[in-house]
Structures are given as structure tokens and as C-alpha cells.
């Protein structure tokens, strides 16, 4: 299974758009980290980047959003939770006949806030 996660610092940009197919990983699944896009927008771009299904969580302000897309065919993906800073997905890999747990996460920029933010995540681990 080939996953890439990449912090875009914002969707709106074009080379986003224009390099994701290039790739030649053949991602199945790809999180993109710090969307910067509201709703409006990312639904606007997400259909447009290839893959049959996405979803996302909006950025607090002007930090973070995240957004996940997947094809379904060598891997079957649902979302389990989605959370103000990670989006946590079942990912069955067909060819090896397994199931994973997947995450992605984006923490917080502010250095004063990333104490608080890894404490929550080792409470849900």
C-alpha cells in the first residue's frame, strides 16, 4: 500500500493540483496537512485531484485543515473519526489480506499549545 502525507500549506495553490498525479508512487491513499481551505473551497478542489473519494476536517481559523483521498480498489478505506486536527481511518490492504489504523495528524504551529496537544493524543492511544 503506497501512502503519502504531505503538509501543502494551503490547497489553493495550483502545483498541488498539478503534482499529485505525478507521483510516482501511485499513492492509494494521500493526507493532505494544512489545507487552509473552508468548506466551500475544499469541496470545490478534493473532486477535482483524482481519486473517487475524499474527506477533510476545516481549519480552525487560519491553521490547519486536513483532508484525506483514497481510491477504493487495491485498499478499502472508511473513516473512523474525524477530530478538529486528525482524520483516523480503517484501511484493509486487499492484496495483503490485512487491516490497519490509520492517522493523519496535523499539531499544532504555536509552540505553547503543543504540550496540551500531545497529551490528548497519548490519552487516545
Known amino acids: ?6 503538509n501543502i500549506q494551503g490547497v489553493k495553490k495550483a502545483q498541488v493540483l498539478q503534482e ?11 493526507f493532505l496537512l494544512e489545507t487552509l481551505v473552508n468548506k466551500k473551497s475544499i469541496l470545490s478542489i478534493l473532486p477535482k485531484m483524482g481519486f473517487d473519494n475524499f474527506d477533510y476536517v476545516e481549519p480552525v481559523n487560519h491553521s490547519g485543515g ?9 485498499i478499502h478505506a472508511s473513516v473512523l473519526k474525524k477530530e ?3 482524520i ?8 495483503k489480506h490485512c487491516s490497519s ?3 493523519g495528524v496535523y499539531a499544532p504551529a ?7 496537544f500531545w497529551q490528548q493524543l497519548e490519552q487516545m492511544m
Open 1 to 6: 500500500m503506497s501512502i503519502i502525507s504531505w
Open 20 to 30: 499529485i498525479p505525478k507521483t510516482p508512487h501511485n499513492p492509494q491513499l494521500i
Open 66 to 74: 486536513l483532508a484525506v483521498l483514497w481510491n477504493n480498489g487495491l
Open 84 to 86: 478538529q486536527r486528525a
Open 88 to 95: 483516523h481511518m480503517l484501511v484493509y490492504d486487499t492484496s
Open 101 to 103: 489504523i490509520i492517522s
Open 110 to 116: 504555536q509552540f505553547q499549545d503543543k504540550d496540551c
